[in-house]
């Protein structure tokens, strides 16, 4: 009888969730659809510049929209933040539409005042790793050929020496002693005149993301103005969808009378961070609280005391919180939404999600930086019904599954995922045989294998780009070969992903040396040159050759099968 009752319940959903659908895409609705020449679906609605998405949070007046330790700005004081910002561009440092400026800070509002001052001015922002080290943030920095850095002081520290001067810089903070361009405080008290905003065209470069794939360097993702406000419509239908198709879910959101609230974990340079939560909160006029660095009690203790409504992580975030005894008390009283991303959770976290909060808006969703996070998603009823789904493609999004895309397979069969849509980036910067060897006739090759269901969802079972996704962050397994390959004693490294509790999955390392090492020598030697979310947790050593195949490529999975992983 439960059987049947589920497959009534699913039935009745897809009808109801497709009826929905179809009323939001309507041709007289805000997201009614276009299609070009190619087959590719856009929103007609949607801004047509990144400036333009931004601009919408001004009619949103006076409303709460940060908090950050001591810090709280309104929507208007954020604003007259960021033009005071945008005219000392302009004014002061001479800078022109088109140059790019790389930020590198942990979240915190200057972070924020300082994106959107790039965006108005016409320059293209640059976000980079923070948790990266010298030789990560020089190599981003010298890549993208900054004219600007915006830093805050540990990661000054981290580029000072070996600094290139011709690059300018812009400190967040520090002693007074650091040789750099200016400082953020003494830019804040100029006097200038109100700011020119930028009207650039939807086909010029807005965004430059660094993500890590299978190279052992980072890419630059390259985004058009057009692209990112697709990007950000999308997820306003997905809200809109969400909210059509779970009404009894957003009744107790409505009837709490707070303001909608996020906590904000997700580092912003991330497309999790910047596109579905800063930049779709601001356009949206809801209100953030920041987080510098995740801990789960000063988690608890800001949903708390500042009444959050919604909270997104990586799976190993939301373990955590809701792992935490205090989670089930008032603690967690306002919580109406709970979001996962960054990488695939496990069923008991799913079990305990739909457990703990039976009458919260959950959802998750499937995305990649090169198609700015926009794929599949799902949130309320339909997470319920299909928890271990990414959900249904967003309607720009075409996705195919197969060798290639021209050849798909029929629903239900496994294979490569192919993606295609408006929201897709315009390349990799500076690597045109990259570009071109990541595309077939416009559809995006994902590295993952999935299939489309018979209910048509995105389930993704496997991936074939060789990086490792430890608590939602890209790792590439060649970098960490690299650098354990350039210690004196080693002969050969395979790195691969070994599965985790809490993050996932962890660095797992195959190292053949000379002659024997320590696991802690060899960390250490490795700490110096990588990021410490980089570093392998496991090591194995062995003195005889890794195994390889007759054209010498590492076979990772028999290393793997050998020592038991």
Same mark, same amino acid.
């Given at each position: 009888?439960?059987?049947?009752?589920?497959?009534?319940?699913?039935?009745?959903?897809?009808?109801?969730?497709?009826?929905?659908?179809?009323?939001?895409?309507?041709?007289?609705? =805000?997201?009614?659809?276009?299609? %070009?020449?190619?087959?590719?679906?856009?929103?007609?609605?949607?801004?047509?510049?990144l400036?333009?998405?931004?601009?919408?949070?001004?009619?949103?007046?006076?409303?709460?929209? +940060?908090?950050?330790?001591?810090?709280?700005?309104?929507?208007?004081?954020?604003?007259?933040?960021?033009d005071?910002?945008?005219?000392?561009? !302009?004014?002061?440092?001479? /800078?022109?539409?088109?140059?790019?400026?790389?930020?590198?800070?942990?979240n915190?509002?200057?972070?924020?005042?300082?994106?959107?001052?790039?965006?108005?001015?016409?320059? &293209?922002?640059v976000? +980079?790793?923070?948790?990266g080290?010298?030789?990560?943030?020089?190599?981003?920095?010298?890549?993208?050929?900054?004219? /600007?850095?915006?830093?805050?002081?540990?990661?000054?520290?981290?580029?000072?020496?070996?600094?290139?001067?011709?690059?300018?810089?812009?400190?967040?903070?520090?002693?007074?002693?650091?040789?750099?361009?200016?400082?953020?405080?003494?830019?804040?008290?100029?006097?200038?005149?109100?700011?020119?905003?930028?009207?650039?065209?939807?086909?010029?470069?807005?965004?430059?993301?660094y993500?890590?794939?299978?190279?052992?360097?980072?890419?630059?993702?390259?985004?058009?103005?057009?692209?990112?406000?697709?990007?950000?419509?999308? /997820?306003?239908?997905?809200?809109?969808?969400?909210?059509?198709?779970?009404?009894?879910?957003?009744?107790?959101?409505?009837a709490?009378?707070?303001?909608?609230t996020?906590?904000l974990?997700?580092?912003?340079?991330?497309?999790?961070?910047l596109?579905?939560?800063?930049?779709?909160?601001?356009?949206?006029?809801?209100?953030?609280?920041?987080?510098?660095?995740?801990?789960?009690?000063?988690?608890?203790?800001?949903?708390?005391?500042?009444?959050?409504?919604?909270f997104?992580?990586? =799976?190993?975030?939301m373990?955590?919180?809701?792992?935490?005894?205090?989670?089930?008390?008032?603690?967690?009283?306002?919580?109406?939404?709970?979001g996962?991303?960054?990488?695939?959770?496990?069923?008991?976290?799913l079990?305990?999600?739909?457990?703990?909060? =039976?009458?919260?808006? &959950?959802?998750t969703?499937?995305?990649?930086?090169?198609?700015?996070?926009?794929g599949?998603?799902?949130?309320?009823?339909?997470? &319920?019904?299909?928890?271990?789904?990414a959900?249904?493609? /967003?309607p720009?999004?075409?996705?195919?599954?197969?060798?290639?895309?021209?050849?798909?397979? =029929?629903?239900?069969?496994?294979?490569?995922?192919?993606?295609?849509?408006?929201?897709?980036?315009?390349?990799y910067?500076?690597?045109?045989?990259?570009?071109?060897?990541?595309?077939?006739?416009?559809?995006?090759?994902?590295?993952?294998?999935?299939?489309? %269901?018979e209910?048509?969802?995105?389930?993704?079972?496997?991936?074939?780009?060789?990086?490792?996704?430890?608590?939602?962050e890209?790792?590439?397994?060649?970098?960490?070969?690299?650098?354990?390959?350039?210690?004196?004693?080693?002969?050969?490294?395979?790195?691969?992903?070994?599965?985790?509790?809490?993050?996932?999955? &962890?660095?797992?390392?195959?190292?053949?040396?000379?002659?024997?090492?320590?696991?802690?020598?060899?960390?250490?030697?490795?700490?110096?040159?990588?990021?410490?979310?980089?570093?392998?947790?496991?090591?194995?050593f062995?003195?005889?050759?890794?195994?390889?195949?007759?054209?010498?490529?590492? !076979?990772?999975?028999?290393?793997?099968q050998?020592?038991?992983v």
């Amino acid at each position: 009888q439960r059987m049947s009752a589920k497959m009534t319940d699913t039935t009745t959903f897809l009808d109801s969730g497709r009826t929905c659908m179809q009323q939001l895409l309507h041709d007289q609705s =805000p997201f009614a659809l276009d299609t %070009d020449e190619r087959g590719v679906k856009s929103f007609r609605n949607a801004p047509t510049t990144l400036n333009a998405a931004i601009q919408e949070g001004r009619r949103h007046g006076a409303v709460p929209f +940060l908090l950050w330790q001591d810090q709280r700005y309104n929507l208007e004081e954020f604003f007259a933040a960021a033009d005071h910002l945008t005219a000392v561009f !302009q004014q002061s440092l001479g /800078l022109h539409p088109g140059q790019r400026v790389a930020i590198a800070m942990r979240n915190r509002p200057e972070w924020m005042i300082a994106f959107v001052a790039c965006v108005q001015a016409g320059l &293209v922002p640059v976000p +980079l790793n923070s948790w990266g080290l010298h030789e990560e943030l020089l190599y981003s920095i010298e890549d993208a050929e900054v004219a /600007l850095l915006i830093c805050d002081l540990p990661r000054w520290q981290q580029v000072a020496e070996g600094w290139p001067e011709r690059i300018r810089v812009l400190l967040l903070e520090g002693t007074g002693d650091e040789p750099v361009t200016a400082r953020w405080e003494a830019l804040a008290e100029l006097a200038v005149a109100p700011p020119v905003l930028h009207q650039a065209a939807p086909a010029d470069d807005a965004l430059i993301l660094y993500t890590s794939g299978t190279t052992s360097r980072a890419k630059g993702v390259v985004s058009t103005n057009q692209a990112l406000g697709q990007a950000l419509h999308a /997820l306003d239908y997905q809200a809109a969808l969400a909210g059509m198709s779970s009404p009894e879910r957003i009744k107790p959101i409505m009837a709490s009378g707070l303001q909608p609230t996020a906590l904000l974990c997700f580092p912003l340079f991330h497309v999790s961070g910047l596109h579905a939560q800063f930049l779709s909160m601001l356009r949206n006029g809801r209100r953030m609280v920041i987080m510098y660095k995740w801990d789960v009690e000063e988690a608890l203790r800001l949903i708390e005391s500042e009444r959050c409504t919604q909270f997104s992580g990586a =799976p190993v975030m939301m373990q955590e919180l809701l792992a935490h005894p205090r989670f089930d008390s008032e603690a967690s009283a306002s919580l109406f939404s709970l979001g996962l991303g960054g990488g695939a959770a496990s069923a008991s976290l799913l079990d305990r999600l739909l457990t703990v909060k =039976p009458q919260a808006m &959950v959802g998750t969703g499937y995305g990649m930086t090169e198609g700015n996070g926009v794929g599949a998603a799902h949130a309320g009823e339909q997470f &319920v019904l299909f928890p271990t789904t990414a959900g249904w493609p /967003l309607p720009i999004v075409d996705m195919r599954v197969g060798d290639r895309p021209d050849q798909p397979l =029929p629903p239900g069969s496994e294979g490569p995922l192919w993606l295609r849509s408006s929201a897709m980036m315009r390349g990799y910067w500076n690597r045109p045989e990259e570009t071109e060897a990541s595309f077939n006739d416009g559809w995006l090759f994902s590295g993952d294998v999935g299939c489309l %269901d018979e209910n048509g969802m995105v389930r993704i079972t496997d991936r074939i780009k060789d990086i490792i996704i430890r608590g939602g962050e890209n790792i590439s397994a060649l970098e960490v070969e690299q650098v354990a390959a350039v210690h004196p004693e080693v002969l050969e490294a395979a790195a691969f992903a070994c599965p985790d509790s809490r993050f996932g999955e &962890v660095v797992g390392l195959a190292v053949c040396c000379k002659e024997p090492l320590e696991v802690e020598s060899l960390r250490a030697f490795m700490g110096e040159h990588l990021a410490g979310y980089k570093l392998p947790e496991r090591i194995w050593f062995t003195q005889q050759p890794l195994v390889r195949n007759a054209t010498g490529k590492l !076979q990772k999975s028999l290393i793997k099968q050998a020592l038991g992983v």
